[in-house]
């Protein structure tokens, strides 16, 4: 049978994050400049193992790999930190550069209704450094969208110059839920009925973001696959576990 997946984009989420505190600075404008933007593909059933084995596990790409269609994806086990680790990996057997010293402002993960019992089925993460440029400061921001389920991992890095965003930096030592604990508190405040009035024909993804409030909340959505309308949504505060509904 074939697994539905999940719907809701993550990258416009962060969009639209980054879209109201840009707007703060009307009149003003930030120059932007694409330094890097890399494909990787990966085996994803095997990738944790090879990565503990020291064996190189990322094959460089020139263009975004094609998508795999539905019924030929594979469904992996993993979990907030494997998607960290997936993501250091990259960055310092690969790139050669570190994400030490960089300010996490976003992160995000998404699955199919079918797959919670698994784990996340893609993951993005969103870093940021400012750094002085000139006569003024410059602000770098990097973005990696690890995608087991069509089996490639995608990196950027873009400077903006000059910065005229104050991102908000998510310490994670501070967080004391995190993904995987707040799409059980999801299920568990409604969720799991949810998703089964629909048989699972649907999906979910989680985004750590500023709510209209300014505090952070993890937002879980639930939507259904056939017309992408969402039919549940609640936050989570990241650090008491406490629910609300929007």
Known sequence: MKRLR?????ALAFAMLFAAVLSCNIGKREERAN??????TIEPTSLLESLQRGEAAFTPVSQRPELIPVDQKVTVNWHQADYFYVANALYEGVLGKTLQGWQLSGMGFSL???DVQNGFQNGR???FSVVADNDQES?????INIDPSNNFIHVSETKYSPNLIDLKIIDLTQI?????????IAESNGGEEKRASVKNACGISLLLTLYRTGKLHWRVYYAR???RT???DILIDPYTGEVRFP
């Open 230 to 232: 969402l039919f549940f």
């Open 35 to 40: 330094l890097y933007s890399l494909y990787y």
């Open 125 to 127: 993460f969103g870093f």
């Open 112 to 114: 199919g209704c079918s």
């Open 225 to 227: 696959s056939d017309d």
């Open 6 to 10: 999940p719907t809701i984009s993550i």
């Open 139 to 143: 602000r770098l921001e990097r973005s």
């Open 176 to 184: 004391k839920i995190s993904a995987d604990q707040a799409l059980q």
